[in-house]
């Protein structure tokens, strides 16, 4: 059984979460961060900020890549 099946509410569920256009890629952060930071796993994932900053520059790195390839940019 997964530890995610155990938690409250669908990954997403919790109200930080529901507008995060990253949801579908982290899950709604890791439930062991969040219980070792405040006790128990109804908040926000402490590092949240940090990966929301990350995947955003990881997008970016990826659609700039696209964008000059080997060749060059493209136009």
Same mark, same amino acid.
């Given at each position: 059984m997964a530890l995610r099946s155990?938690? %409250? =509410?669908p990954p997403g569920g919790y109200p930080e979460c529901r507008s995060c256009d990253w949801v579908a890629l982290c899950g709604s952060g890791? %439930? =062991?961060?969040?219980?070792?930071?405040?006790?128990?796993?109804?908040?926000?994932?402490?590092?949240?900020?940090?990966r929301q900053y990350w995947f955003e520059r990881y997008v970016e790195r990826q659609l700039s890549a696209v964008d000059t390839g080997p060749a060059g940019p493209r136009g």
């Open positions: 155990l938690l %409250p =509410g890791s %439930p =062991g961060h969040t219980h070792a930071e405040y006790g128990d796993v109804n908040h926000r994932d402490l590092f949240c900020e940090s």
